[in-house]
C-alpha cells in the first residue's frame, strides 16, 4: 500500500512539474542578436566606403557579447589593421559607444584605466550596432588615415542595413 501512495505522490509530482515548465520559459527575456548575413552586409558596406574612398583597411563586426562574428583584412591593408579593428570594435560594444566616445574620455581623464582592460582601445573608428536602444554589437574599422574616417566607414556599413535595425 506505501508503494502506490509513494507513487501516485511521485505521478502528481512530475505532472506539477511539467505543467509549470512551460511557464518558466515563458518568463525568458526575448534576445535581440546579429545575424551572421547582416554582419556581413555591416562589413562589407563599410570596406567598400572605405575602398571608394582610396583607403586600405580591415573590418570586424562583433556580436552581442563582444565575439568576432565576421573579420576581413582588405587587399594592401597593414597587418595590424585587423587587430585594431576587432579592438576598436570590441571597445564600442563594452562601452555601448563609439570608441572615439571612448578616446575622449581617457583624453579628459588619463587615469581612467581603460586601456589597461584585455581587448580595449581607445581610438576612433568603432561604432555601436542598435536595434532600437539595445546593442547587438558593434563594427571597427581601422586603416584609413585618422579614425573619423574609419568611423565614416564604419557608419556606411550601419547604413547599408539600416532598415533591418528597427
Do not use: W
Not at 580595449?120 to 550596432?129: F, H, R, S, Y
Not at 585618422?146 to 565614416?152: N, P, T
Amino acid at each position: 500500500m506505501k508503494l502506490v501512495l509513494v507513487s501516485r505522490l511521485v505521478l502528481v509530482s512530475m505532472v506539477a512539474v511539467a505543467a509549470a515548465a512551460p511557464t518558466a520559459r515563458a518568463d525568458l527575456p526575448a534576445h535581440k542578436f546579429l545575424p551572421v548575413a547582416a554582419a556581413l552586409s555591416i562589413a562589407q558596406g563599410a570596406y567598400d566606403a572605405c575602398i571608394q574612398q582610396g583607403h586600405r583597411v580591415s573590418v570586424t563586426v562583433v556580436g552581442g557579447e563582444g565575439q568576432t562574428i565576421v573579420a576581413l583584412r582588405g587587399d594592401g591593408a597593414s597587418p595590424h589593421t585587423l587587430e585594431n579593428s576587432q579592438r576598436k570594435a570590441y571597445t564600442s560594444r563594452t562601452f555601448r559607444a563609439p570608441s572615439g566616445d571612448i578616446a575622449q574620455r581617457v583624453k579628459d581623464n588619463p587615469g581612467l584605466g581603460l586601456v589597461h582592460l584585455t581587448g580595449v582601445v581607445a581610438i576612433q573608428g568603432a561604432l555601436p550596432i542598435k536595434v532600437g536602444d539595445e546593442i547587438i554589437g558593434a563594427v571597427g574599422v581601422s586603416g584609413a588615415p585618422g579614425g573619423e574616417k574609419d568611423e565614416v566607414c564604419a557608419k556606411a556599413g550601419i547604413d547599408k542595413i539600416a532598415d533591418q535595425l528597427k
